[in-house]
């Protein structure tokens, strides 16, 4: 019920990159545009400058930061589409995201026509989905629209077919939370405009309602996040400048100062966001005590899987489905948010330690217990 299963070939140091891919498909989420995030809508790299990333964020058009020449983001070379003005970094990505997929999902003249199919779809996405995003419908969109302009659709079918697509796991009696009752109606809507947008013969079995289950089912168990900043890419590359030891303290004070002048005025640090179908990623199974991580430190969709430790040949390499501060919770906790989104009782090493502590939530989740059914609704549904 988890993922395939990754284990290493040979010996891997903490610290090495085990891998890095490019995902099968990828989109950035729909709440960006809201507010004002700028990414490649291909590659996802952000196309502000860090300058104005930092600017936006703290709401002071004034800002200036130094070594600018530190930061990577080339305007000169960001292009759009000649057709519907979506944004590129470069030129090879618009190229890429028109042979792939956006012949079909071009918008062109209708780009701001509300009644066209896939404006209706995105904005009942919008309506039903709030912030934070951690799923979009445009990759589920995506895919469609890959295996449409597809030469060779079979190929295209067989690889979206690899990722584990199941909406329940009837072994253990638990189903994908977002497929339940209470969901049903919105699950419907969604399905009836996806058809009306993007319905393809090929790929019929999608459109029905098991179908469209399943793929809804793919998306929220294999969807990987993606953040890109180059705000942070900037504090990284600054990070590694060689400066006398004066100046690396005022650089430091200026980027810490920065950071939590940023996080009084935007809350957390806020990336350009959106998500992801991986392969490899997709087959490593989780432990609340991983053995290495994902990141994205090119500022685009490229993934690097990162050893946390030592790994011998032959041993598992294992990655969290939780953040870091889903992690420290109790086990009872842990276990409700993977059985929810991942259909799967963890047995990790930490989990087995703790299997005999008592079935009681963190304190986090206790403080919710008293919300409505309305709220907890709600808050359910940001977390496809």
Not at 303 to 326: K, N, P, V
Not at 354 to 368: H, K, L, M
Request: proline share 4%.
């Amino acid at each position: 019920s988890q993922g395939k299963g990754l284990f290493a070939t040979r010996s891997i140091r903490k610290g090495e990159t085990v891998f890095v891919e490019r995902p099968v498909v990828s989109s950035q989420f729909l709440w960006n545009a809201l507010y004002n995030y700028r990414a490649c809508d291909h590659c996802l790299r952000a196309l502000e400058t860090a300058e104005e990333n930092a600017q936006r964020l703290l709401g002071k058009s004034s800002l200036v930061l130094p070594h600018p020449e530190q930061c990577s983001i080339r305007k000169d070379l960001h292009q759009q589409c000649p057709r519907c003005q979506v944004t590129y970094c470069s030129a090879e990505c618009r190229q890429a995201a028109w042979e792939q997929y956006h012949q079909v999902l071009c918008l062109g003249p209708s780009r701001d026509d509300p009644t066209h199919p896939l404006n209706k779809l995105q904005e009942a996405w919008r309506n039903m989905h709030y912030p934070p995003e951690t799923s979009s419908i445009m990759l589920m969109a995506r895919m469609v629209a890959t295996v449409k302009q597809a030469k060779d659709k079979d190929w295209w079918i067989k690889a979206f077919s690899q990722f584990c697509s199941k909406t329940a796991n009837e072994e253990e009696e638990i189903a994908h939370k977002l497929l339940g009752d209470k969901f049903k109606g919105q699950l419907e809507l969604l399905r009836l405009l996806f058809t009306e947008a993007l319905y393809d013969e090929h790929l019929s079995r999608w459109f029905t309602p098991e179908g469209f289950r399943s793929l809804f089912a793919l998306v929220g168990t294999n969807g990987q996040g993606i953040g890109t900043s180059s705000l942070s890419q900037w504090v990284h590359a600054c990070d590694a400048l060689d400066l006398p030891m004066l100046q690396r303290e005022e650089l430091d004070a200026f980027i810490d100062q920065l950071y939590k002048d940023i996080e009084k005025e935007s809350g957390e640090f806020l990336n350009c966001e959106g998500s992801g179908l991986y392969m490899l990623q997709s087959c490593c199974n989780h432990s609340c005590i991983p053995n290495a991580e994902t990141s994205f430190p090119d500022n685009n969709f490229l993934l690097h899987l990162t050893a946390l430790e030592d790994i011998e040949a032959g041993e598992e390499i294992c990655i969290s489905y939780l953040d870091c501060c889903q992690r420290e919770r109790s086990r009872h906790s842990r276990n409700k948010i993977l059985r929810e989104n991942y259909l799967f009782t963890c047995s990790c090493p930490k989990c087995l330690v703790q299997a005999d502590d008592p079935d009681v939530t963190s304190d986090e989740e206790e403080e919710g217990e008293g919300e409505t059914d309305d709220a907890e609704l709600e808050d359910e549904m940001t977390d496809v």
